[in-house]
């Protein structure tokens, strides 16, 4: 799958990428308590989107990496879409 093909409410999604940037991971507070999130931007031949990297996904993950998400989901925040591995997906470097 190419990030062009991505739209809102998209699921089982599989694809590869290289992390061309990484924010700063912050501390947020969710339903389920405190926990560390970070934004980063994803890009392949078609284009670019967020991955949002949540808890231990966030050291997983760096600048210049090539990842691998398995399982994971689209859905748009703030107008834009995002990437997320979430419950059911994995995240890997290749």
Do not use: C, H, P
């Amino acid at each position: 799958m190419k990030i062009a093909e991505l739209k809102n409410g998209t699921s089982k999604v599989n694809l590869t990428a290289k992390v061309v940037e990484k924010e700063e991971t912050r501390e947020v507070n969710t339903k389920f308590g405190k926990t560390t999130v970070a934004n980063a931007t994803l890009e392949d031949d078609s284009g670019t989107i967020v991955l949002v990297l949540w808890g231990d996904e966030t050291q997983k993950v760096s600048k210049d990496d090539t990842v691998r998400i398995e399982n994971g989901y689209v859905k748009e925040w703030n107008g834009s879409l995002q990437l997320s591995a979430g419950k059911f997906g994995k995240i890997s470097t290749v």
